[in-house]
């Protein structure tokens, strides 16, 4: 894995998020760099927190979906999103 969450859980339930979360790692070009984290979002907020501290690119597959969360869910830079990004918040907004 070059950039994400490595989620330590037990039981046999395949979600997505599992409930029993005992260990959530964050991995940054293939090594883990924080972890003992007990909750899926906490984590997920650190890795964001070390792409833009350390100024790195976000994977291309991922790109979008990571350019979302940074700027319209968590607010950081809102107005440096791409067009894109920009679209898609707009068209949430007009929902509401």
């Known amino acids: 894995m070059q950039l994400g969450l490595l989620i330590g859980y037990e039981g ?4 997505a998020f599992p409930r029993e979360v005992f260990n959530v790692a964050v991995v940054v070009e293939e ?15 650190m890795l964001l927190g070390i792409i833009y501290c350390v100024n790195l690119e976000y994977p291309r597959a991922v790109k ?3 350019e979302f969360l940074q700027m319209v869910v968590m607010k950081i830079k809102p107005d440096q999103a791409s067009a ?3 679209g898609i ?6 929902q509401n």
Not at 12 to 15: E, H, R, T, V
Not at 31 to 45: C, G, Q, R, Y
Not at 89 to 94: D, F
Request: charged share 25%; hydrophobic share 35%.
């Open 84 to 86: 894109r990004v920009h």
């Open 12 to 15: 046999d339930n395949q979600d």
């Open 64 to 66: 979008y979906s990571f």
């Open 89 to 94: 918040r707009n068209k949430l907004l007009r």
């Open 31 to 45: 090594n883990v760099v924080l972890h003992n984290f007990k909750d899926v979002p906490s984590s997920f907020a």
